[in-house]
């Protein structure tokens, strides 16, 4: 705070030189992710994507301090990733929204502030906030197994919220949800974080809805897990229903789906050797 | 009807159905008792070995002995509520110990491996042996515990109860699922926060039913060592002084088995409403 120069400019997730590797100098040795580097902008959606085994999640739990990097290093808004998870300075969502059935909707939503040492007058006044956000104020009290897949992934967002983190890590968040719900969280997800200037990174394997959500879409490959394109979106900020129909939208589709088609192709080339 | 109408109806008809079919069988049945290829098979119906039903319920009313003031009813139920304050006691320590256990063995895989061998085993030890050896050691220690037969038929009761909670409780803080538990990770919350918050919560529903049993087997260890030490204000002390009566006051033995039987059903219905607290907001099919 005390310079504030440094404090704006600064990216809010670095990425740099970023070696994974599962069970090292074992047989069943995994490289997971090698040579990754990657700088996101304060309030940027970025999309990751690729097919199975690219290391996208294992990159999203790399940058959320769940793993540790075999080499190379990840700063997050100045610090280690490591400090970042320890402050919470990061929100994070899952295919499963991971709500706890026996606590109440509020309760859930409460629960990191509660691991903060948040009051209760002051959690709760936070909860309602995100319930208002995330537009099921009237459900408070339900328990999360009486609510829809859709409701329950919503409240699953707002706990990931609930502290204001400037950071948001998304693991496939929409992915058991179906194609009409999908498409409406996608934009209530849009609308929420422009709202509040978070920064996203946004694990999906489905294509439309990396490219609708994104102002980057960094395209991924396996085997090893590495980066091999990065698509810039440049539709705006103000995307709607009208975006998902625009040409410009059609176009970067396309991109990245030939992005994915070139791994595909590379790794049909490199043969039988694989298999 | 509403459920649970319904299921009293079920409770008092299976009564029913059992006693007919005990009196069925004693009008029916050969008097002497009969034999199936040599074998004794059938049991005997004069009214020594199985008296009339009304006559275990009249039994109630009259004194414990001949011209004593108190109707058996009474004395009973003195044993039974004795009893039952002992299985619950030892339902409560056993309970606890068996969390405790299981939070220890989760917590350190090698107190698990160490332990759990023995824990299976001991649970072989048959406790007609185990009360005489617990008491005895007591009774060795000073004379005061000596006089505390009834702590050595607590002590028995928490050796069953303990167990069915442990191994449920530890199933379940072993069974919680990986993305909560990333979650309580990416929050920085340490072990003992993790179990609290989610560990615990995410266990109750297989410690329910780990208590129900537990709950049964308080009962039996109670009574089975009252039997086994002859604990003096027991219901099984009762159980084994009307056996010796059993020739000549037949239905006598029956009033303390309809005394055992009514201490296991208070205790199931304390289970009840335990599991009722336990199990309170969470998802109906679960319940």
Known sequence: MENPMTETSQAAVVVRDVEKIFNQGKPNQVDALVGIDLDIQPGEFI?????SGCGKSTLLRLVADLLEPTTGTITIHGKSAHQARVDQDYGMAFQQ????????????????????????????????????????PEFAKHMPWQLSG??????????????????????????????????????????????????????????????????????MSPRPGRITDIV?????????????????????????????????LADQARGIEDR | MTKRGRRFLMFVLAFVFVASAWELYKAVGPEEGGTVLGMRILARTDDRAMPHIWDMFARFGD?????????????????????????????????????????????????????????VISQTVPIIVLAPLIFSLM??????????????????????????????????????????LELMDSYAAGWWKTLWKLRFPNAVPYLAPALRLAGAAAVVGVTVSEISLGVRFGVGRLILSYGQEATSDPPKLYTAVFGAAALGLVMAAVVMVVDRLLMRNRPPEAA
């Open chain 1, 47 to 51: 999309s990751l994507i690729g097919p």
């Open chain 1, 97 to 136: 929204s991971g709500l706890f059935e026996w606590r109440s909707v509020e309760r859930n939503i409460e629960l990191p502030l509660e691991l903060k040492g948040w009051d209760k007058a002051k959690r709760r006044e936070r909860a309602q906030e995100m319930l208002e956000l995330v537009k099921l």
């Open chain 1, 150 to 219: 859709g409701m329950q992934q919503r409240i699953a967002i707002a706990r990931a919220l609930a502290s204001h983190p400037k950071l948001l890590l998304m693991d496939e968040p929409f992915g058991a949800l179906d194609e009409m719900t999908r498409e409406h969280m996608q934009a209530e997800l849009l609308r929420i974080c422009a709202a509040a200037g978070t920064t996203v990174v946004f694990v999906t394997h489905s294509i439309p809805e990396a490219v609708y959500l994104a102002d980057r879409v960094v395209v």
């Open chain 1, 232 to 264: 810039d979106v440049g539709l705006g900020r103000d995307r709607n229903e009208l975006t998902r129909e625009a040409g410009d939208f059609f176009a970067r589709v396309t991109e990245v789906r030939e992005a994915l088609r070139g791994i595909e």
């Open chain 2, 63 to 119: 004194p414990e002995v001949r011209g004593g003031e108190e109707s058996i009813f009474v004395v009973v139920l003195r044993a039974a509520w004795y009893s039952f304050r002992c299985s619950l006691l030892a339902f409560v320590a056993g309970s606890a110990l068996g969390i405790g256990l299981a939070v220890l063995m989760a917590r350190f895989r090698l107190f698990e491996r160490a332990l759990m061998p023995y824990l």
């Open chain 2, 139 to 180: 009774a060795y220690q000073s004379r005061e515990l000596a006089e505390k037969t009834w702590l050595a038929a607590v002590l028995l009761g928490v050796f069953l109860a303990f167990f069915p909670v442990a191994m449920g409780t530890l199933r379940g803080l072993q069974s919680t699922p990986a993305a909560p």
